[in-house]
């Protein structure tokens, strides 16, 4: 197992303050994860701050799908569906335990919009280009109610998108750089950028510690995402001057989680929202619970913190209730809110700005990339090395089309294995399933070490999935340094049930293991 851990954490800033890079990256979302590990694996030295932890921004807090972008179609996004689709299927090659296939229903109660939806499902399987999961089909009521009891049905059409944890997609990139020479670090802010007319590196502050260390690079590259412009700002006086920058326009998208039962469900849905907006809300099975999501609103609060407003709220639920009668704001135990940093469009609707990225460098030795989607970060980590090593130098082509993240070989075979060791363990059937799909490979190192220590074995947190080993494993391999790190984005307890929360401190790695 690569240890990623509070030690790595001290040793990476120490090499930081002391070497000079390459690439700096500012900016631990999944795109600025995507870059280091596209970087160091053509051979460039690369080093990467994060203000707050990995995917603790957009990157953690999305609607965990990676998906073509079947509605991007009404707005003729061709080209960026085709790429998304490839993307996605290029994703669940190499993390096929991460990235999963969901079917998701989409109901039409009319003819119109039945032949409507099937023109569309016709026209996303054709950009596929052979990568398909699976191809649409026809769906009657009783097929809906097959899969969603007590839905009020129509028939419609199913097809088939990628699951994922979003957080957890971001760690397993970020570490995987590190495993390619790369050296991270999260809760460390650039406060300053070096450099007169030229970027050379920044000025970074320590969370943990309050110490600043000078990081020194030959580029440096903005991943910020919503947070982009202030990094901009960071640059010398008069060094920024607004052209090519475009103007980031965030958008709020918010999910519910509700209880068990509340919704039974073994697939994705789409419902229409209730607002008349053209927009879909999307119920999504995961873990016993479904979320529905998402919103998509013009955002001009707290970058750090977007909360969820009743009215974001009554806007889900209004859509929930009109297939699922009977479900309300009772039934919801958890949210969260994310932003997305779209490319401004003045007084356009952030519902149709295009989620394309763009790259530019402004002023020299910063590069700056906004945009994008969770699906295609690859792509966009791709674009933006191939600018940065025409002026660096090549030394090598773009490897990531052919990394695997955390699992080399089958899913089926590693799966097989780790349900006998578990069975042998006496764990709960299914426990070899979570192992797997959570930790790759590392899924042995979690066997061993409830081998050990049987208590690791247990849940964290009474009625809830999550096992005490990977409180240990998120410190262990995963740079957890904090309550939040591991309960908000490493074991997603808290969007499990939020009342964990409060009780954070209870939630502590096992006695006896340390903490990395």
């Not at 998701?104 to 032949?115: F, G, N």
């Not at 998120?474 to 074991?491: C, H, K």
Request: proline letters at 5%.
């Amino acid at each position: 197992m690569l240890p990623f851990s509070a030690a790595t954490r001290t040793a990476n800033l120490a090499r930081m303050a002391q070497d000079r890079f390459d690439v700096l990256v500012i900016g631990g979302g999944i795109t600025g994860a995507g870059i280091a590990l596209d970087a160091a694996a053509r051979g460039f030295s690369v080093a990467l701050i994060e203000k707050d932890d990995f995917a603790s921004g957009t990157s953690g807090r999305s609607s965990r799908l990676v998906h073509g972008g079947l509605r991007y179609l009404e707005h003729r996004e061709f080209g960026l569906v085709r790429e998304s689709l490839r993307e996605r299927g290029i994703l669940f090659r190499l993390a096929p335990h991460l990235v999963r296939p969901v079917p998701m229903y989409m109901l039409a109660d009319d003819l119109r919009s039945r032949a409507r939806y099937g023109l569309g499902l016709t026209a996303y399987d054709t950009l596929a280009a052979g990568r398909n999961i699976g191809l649409h089909h026809r769906v009657g009521a009783d097929q809906v109610r097959q899969a969603f009891p007590g839905v009020r049905a129509a028939p419609g059409w199913r097809y088939y998108e990628g699951q994922t944890d979003d957080a957890r997609l971001t760690v397993e990139v970020a570490r995987t750089a590190q495993a390619f020479g790369a050296v991270l670090a999260n809760h460390v802010r650039a406060v300053a950028l070096l450099g007169g007319a030229r970027v050379t590196g920044a000025v970074a502050a320590d969370a943990l510690t309050g110490q600043r260390l000078e990081i020194r690079a030959e580029v440096t590259v903005n991943a910020g995402g919503v947070w982009a412009d202030r990094i901009r700002g960071l640059a010398s006086a008069g060094a920024v001057s607004g052209a090519g920058a475009g103007r980031l326009q965030p958008s709020k998208g918010v999910h519910l989680v509700f209880a068990p039962g509340a919704i039974r469900a073994t697939a994705a849905l789409a419902v229409p929202s209730a607002a008349g907006d053209g927009r879909f809300v999307f119920l999504v099975p995961w873990e016993d619970r479904v979320y529905a999501g998402t919103t998509d609103t013009p955002y001009a609060g707290d970058l750090d913190d977007p909360a969820v407003t009743d009215s974001d709220r009554d806007y889900l639920l209004a859509a929930v209730a009109a297939y699922f009668p009977g479900v309300g704001a009772g039934d919801v135990v958890a949210s969260w809110a994310g932003l997305r940093p779209l490319l401004g469009g003045g007084q356009a609707s952030t519902a149709d700005l295009s989620r394309r990225h763009v790259v530019f460098e402004e002023p020299p030795g910063l590069f700056t990339i906004t945009g994008g989607k969770l699906t295609t970060y690859r792509a966009m980590a791709e674009n933006l090395v191939d600018r940065v090593a025409a002026g660096l130098g090549p030394r090598g082509r773009c490897l990531t089309r052919r990394i695997p993240l955390g699992l080399h070989g089958p899913a089926a075979a590693a799966l097989r294995l780790a349900r006998a060791e578990t069975a042998r363990l006496g764990l709960p059937p299914g426990t070899g399933a979570r192992l797997v799909q959570r930790y790759g490979d590392d899924w042995r190192e979690a066997v061993r070490l409830i081998g050990q220590d049987p208590s690791l074995g247990e849940p964290a947190v009474a009625g809830l999935p999550v096992l005490k080993v990977e409180l240990d494993l998120a410190r262990r391999r995963e740079m957890a340094i904090t309550a939040e790190d591991m309960l908000v984005r490493r074991t997603r307890l808290t969007t499990l049930d939020a009342s964990v929360e409060v009780a954070a401190g209870a939630v502590t790695p096992s006695a006896g293991v340390p903490p990395g």
